[in-house]
């Protein structure tokens, strides 16, 4: 469950993120997930292969077509014998500075605590994940699974596997 709701309140945090870009620079939303011109996406960034690692098991790739903010996001999850046996992990990139990005979910109420060497920064918080900023992109990994109560050195470790692909 608690999976489920980290991964909405990514999804509304990350399209309030991009709404807000559309609505100050009049570009179409659809521009937001185009692919950059270096040529990494989410999915450039979490592999299955690093998604199993940070789970700890096999992983399946969710469909996930952006929503309807358009988003740049890559989904990994299982399903065990028991609805309550599951897990996912994400990462959602979007075309923002880290500070713009971070700045939006302080201003929502999020509270974040700095995650030195990782990127050009990052910032962590057990409410809305791990925020890396690399250049003018930002980085937002989630990751959850039934009976992890908290997963932070988790986040942070695959972070800091995948963070050079951003």
Not at 134 to 141: H, L, V
Request: proline share 4%.
């Amino acid at each position: 469950m608690r999976a489920i709701a980290c991964l909405c309140l990514t999804a509304v945090l990350a399209a309030c993120s991009n709404h807000e870009r559309s609505a100050t620079t009049n570009e179409p939303q659809a521009e937001a997930s185009a692919v950059p011109a270096d040529g990494s996406n989410a999915c450039d960034v979490l592999t299955q292969e690093a998604a199993a690692k940070a789970l700890g098991r096999p992983v399946e790739k969710l469909d996930n077509q952006g929503g309807p903010a358009g988003l740049d996001i890559c989904q990994y999850g299982y399903q065990g014998e028991r609805l309550t046996d599951m897990g996912n992990v994400s990462v959602t990139v979007q075309p923002l500075d880290l500070a713009s990005v971070k700045s939006g979910a302080e201003a929502q109420g999020y509270k974040f605590g700095s995650v030195p060497g990782l990127g050009d920064a990052a910032y962590y918080s057990a409410e809305v994940g791990l925020y890396v900023g690399k250049g003018n992109r930002t980085a937002i990994y989630l990751l959850a699974a039934n009976g992890m109560d908290d997963p932070k050195g988790k986040v942070i470790a695959l972070a800091r596997d995948t963070v050079g692909r951003l």
